[in-house]
């Protein structure tokens, strides 16, 4: 029986090798969340959609994520309300190298976050600096204690493996009704910033007219300055000689407009307009402006960040209403890529292997009768 008992466990072996073989995971998954329902609902309140590429692959060991993953999210939403392509992307947590930097600039990519340890040359590094929004983690001291004109940026993953993870409702609570801030993303926040920089100003007689060039990339987001020491203002006009929209103080997420506060003039221009400011007499020499790095005036921007977002519909679900404005770093799953050839192979050889082995065992026995 030694030599049947090694025939039989040689036949097992062979028989088995497929069913144990590793199924290589060459598909991915498409979150439909992104293109139905939830997707065009949060754009439309002005959240932005990022990338975080590919599920389990760091962009530092393969580069084809970055472009792959830009396409993907092209193919399902626009990234923002102020453009198609996606400029923010999610890294993971340590350095990334010139490569990848090289990659994400040639693929569209402005902004990367939040836990890089260098600092690259040409890309804006976004901080984790506003905590977690997770239950117990949350800190609203830490949000309540931002710098005038800085963005806080909060971490949030609604599933750790298979775990939900449940946000702090009293933050959120408290960002929601917080009248103070500024509700923005960061491809939105890095833009404005720049957008402010750029608005020309001009004095004649007693007009002055403000102007913003249409923006040199793929995003045209609104820019913000405030003018001082002006005389009485008569009215503010754009381009079409059509009156430019009052801004009320209320006002938390970014749009073109104006208002007065504080004897100053706010007013906030999109790229590729003009207004005309008219007032009561031409004495204008006194009259300034400045930048404004937070939209209205307020004192400074919040985003949720949400990292690794695979299913939006489970990253979002409780935040369908909110007034937040979230930045989702989108993240394509794996899919098993079964080999249905092998599957069947290994379906056979189940049902054949008792078989073969019987049959092994009686012709043993058959051939010790004859013996």
């Known amino acids: 029986m030694g030599k049947l008992a090694i025939k039989g466990v040689i036949l097992i072996i062979i028989f088995t090798i497929p069913t144990v073989s590793p199924v290589m995971a060459t ?62 992307f999610g890294i993971t947590p340590g350095e990334i190298d010139d490569i990848a930097e090289t990659n994400l600039l040639n693929s569209g990519f402005k902004i990367i976050g939040d836990q890089v340890t260098n600092t690259p040359n040409e890309l804006f590094v976004m901080e984790r ?65 720049i957008s402010s920089t750029s608005i020309n100003m001009s004095k004649e ?35 079409n000689d059509i009156d430019v929209p009052i801004l009320d103080e209320t006002d938390q997420n970014l749009k073109s407009g104006w208002r007065n506060v504080d004897n100053k003039i706010i007013l906030t221009i999109s790229p590729n307009e003009s207004y005309t400011l008219i007032f009561e007499n031409s004495n204008l020499s006194s ?46 799953s794996s899919e098993p890529d079964f080999n249905w050839p092998i599957i069947g192979i290994a379906i056979i050889t189940l049902i054949a292997t008792p078989i073969a082995i019987k049959w092994l065992i009686l012709k043993d026995e058959y051939d010790t009768t004859l013996g």
């Not at 393969?62 to 993953?69: A, D, F, K, V």
């Not at 921007?301 to 937040?324: K, P, Q, Y």
């Open 287 to 332: 009259t300034i402006s400045n930048p404004l790095m937070t939209f209205n005036d307020l004192h400074n921007g919040v985003t949720v960040v949400g990292h690794h977002v695979s299913n939006l519909r489970e990253s979002a679900s409780d935040f369908l209403d909110s007034e937040i404005l979230f930045t989702w770093l989108i993240e394509r």
């Open 129 to 193: 600096n506003g905590g977690s929004l997770e239950k117990n983690i949350a800190n609203i001291s830490l949000l309540n204690s931002a710098n005038k004109d800085t963005l806080v940026s909060i971490y949030w993953i609604a599933r750790i493996y298979d775990i939900k993870v449940r946000e702090d409702k009293e933050v959120v609570e408290w960002l929601e009704t917080n009248e103070k801030i500024w509700y923005t993303t960061w491809g939105e926040w890095y833009n404005h910033k």
């Open 205 to 239: 007689n007693n007009e002055l007219t403000v102007t913003l060039s249409a923006a040199n990339n793929s995003w045209q987001v609104p820019g913000s300055i405030s003018i001082e020491n002006t005389p009485q203002l008569i009215s503010i006009k754009d381009s």
């Open 27 to 88: 598909e991915w998954k498409s979150d439909g969340w992104i293109k139905n329902l939830i997707g065009p609902e949060r754009l439309a309140i002005g959240d932005e959609f990022g990338c975080h590429g590919f599920e389990n692959i760091d962009i530092n060991e393969e580069q084809w994520i970055i472009e792959s993953c830009k396409e993907y999210l092209s193919s399902q939403s626009n990234s923002s309300r102020w453009g198609k392509y996606p400029i923010s």
